[in-house]
C-alpha cells in the first residue's frame, strides 16, 4: 500500500534498499494473512481484527542480477489500533527472492522508481 525506503551499498556493485512498508488488509487479505500463519503455526488470536502490518524489510541487488531480501521487523495492527504481534529479528539473513511473491513485486517496484529518477535521486 504505501513505503518508505533509503538507498544505500554496504558492497562494490550493490544497492541496498532499506525499505518501511504498511500493508492494508481488506477482509480477503486479511484472511489469507491469517491463514498463512496458521499454516506456519504462529498464533492467531484476535487476528480476525487484522487491519494493517508495518513492516520492515532490506532488499539488495548486485549488478550481476542477484537479489536478496531480509525481513527486519513485523507489527500486526488490529482495527482498533492494538497490536497482535511484533517482532525483530536481531540478525536477519539474506534470503532469495521467490518469484511471483509480494516481496518481488515491492522489490520491483522500488527499483523502477530508483532507475527512473536515478538523476533526481543524485541531486
Partial sequence: ?????????????????????????????????TANRQKYNLPINGYEKLDHSLQHWIFKASK????????????DYSYDG????????????????IPDSIAE??????LNYVMANIQKLKE
Fill in 1 to 33: 500500500d504505501s513505503l518508505r525506503f533509503n538507498i544505500t551499498s554496504d558492497e562494490k556493485d550493490s544497492l541496498c534498499l532499506d525499505s518501511w512498508l504498511l500493508f492494508a488488509f481488506d477482509s480477503k487479505g486479511a484472511a489469507a494473512y
Fill in 64 to 75: 550481476s542480477g542477484n537479489a536478496m531480501q531480509k525481513v527486519i521487523s513485523v507489527i
Fill in 105 to 110: 513485486g515491492v522489490f520491483l517496484a522500488q
Fill in 82 to 97: 492494538k497490536v497482535l504481534t511484533s517482532f525483530t529479528d536481531d540478525n536477519p539473513k539474506w534470503q532469495d527472492i
